[in-house]
């Protein structure tokens, strides 16, 4: 079995294409989206419909749910806005379904939250190996697959010890635990521009974060032309 995993596409488009594009290469059986697929990006249905056609199992964002009409307090002015804007755009239908979506996903070989697997429902941030031990313990699987901070990395638990890798390709073992973080489609932010996106192979046992180029000057375009807030262009170009 092979999973195409991706996650934070936000919108844009020209970046959710470029990774489908590379996905069509890769014998995909299962796609699944780890959440906010919507929210700063210009195209928010647009993203929404194609991740709907690739009939991928999708699980809920703070975004989804905030553009939903689930509490957006805890956003900062940027993605309020961002929301705001959002809402306009979706339809009922729409936003009914990202109000639906489930908070986590499990199967015979993997699990998926967006945030961490402690309270995905208030969708904290996996950034450092401490918040990492706390997910191993909970793990049902051998491997999860998660993303919300946009930045690609894997945590490892083998032989009681941890560790923080940013490698790009991880090796399953028997007694190794895995904590995949696919990093962001539509806004990378550790600085490398590409979009990100991560493939796991079942048979072979091997995780892969791969990153890919995009027409990042028409998804800056389209961000200011819907006068979305200037830095939400501006970022793209950095990765940050
Ligand atoms: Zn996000």
């Not at 002015?77 to 755009?89: D, F, G, S, V």
Request: charged letters at 25%; a neutral charge.
């Amino acid at each position: 079995m092979r999973y195409g995993i991706f996650s934070d596409v936000h919108g844009n488009l020209e970046a959710l294409e470029a990774v489908l594009k590379a996905y069509k290469h890769e014998s995909i059986d299962r796609f699944i989206c780890l959440g906010d697929i919507v929210g700063y990006g210009a195209d928010p249905s647009q993203c929404l419909s194609a991740i709907q056609r690739l009939n991928a199992d999708i699980i809920a964002g703070n975004h989804d749910w905030g553009v939903a009409g689930i509490s957006i307090e805890a956003f900062n002015i940027y993605a309020k806005e961002a929301i705001l804007w959002t809402r306009e755009r979706l339809s009922a239908k729409d936003k009914e379904f990202l109000e639906h979506l489930p908070l986590q996903y499990i199967d015979e070989n993997i699990e998926c939250v967006h945030g961490a697997l402690h309270h995905p429902d208030i969708f904290p941030y996996l950034h450092t190996i401490e918040q990492a031990r706390e997910d191993f313990n909970l793990m049902k699987r051998p491997v999860a697959f998660l993303g919300h901070t946009h930045i690609p990395q894997v945590f490892t638990f083998a032989a009681g010890k941890a560790q923080a890798l940013r490698r790009q390709r991880v090796l399953l073992s028997v007694g190794k635990l895995c904590i995949c973080n696919v990093g962001s489609v539509g806004q990378p932010r550790d600085g490398i521009p590409l979009a990100s996106y991560c493939i796991f192979d079942t048979k072979k046992k091997l995780v892969e974060i791969k990153r890919i180029k995009y027409n990042i000057i028409q998804a800056q375009s389209k961000i200011k032309d819907a006068c979305l807030p200037e830095f939400l262009a501006t970022r793209l170009g950095q990765g940050r």
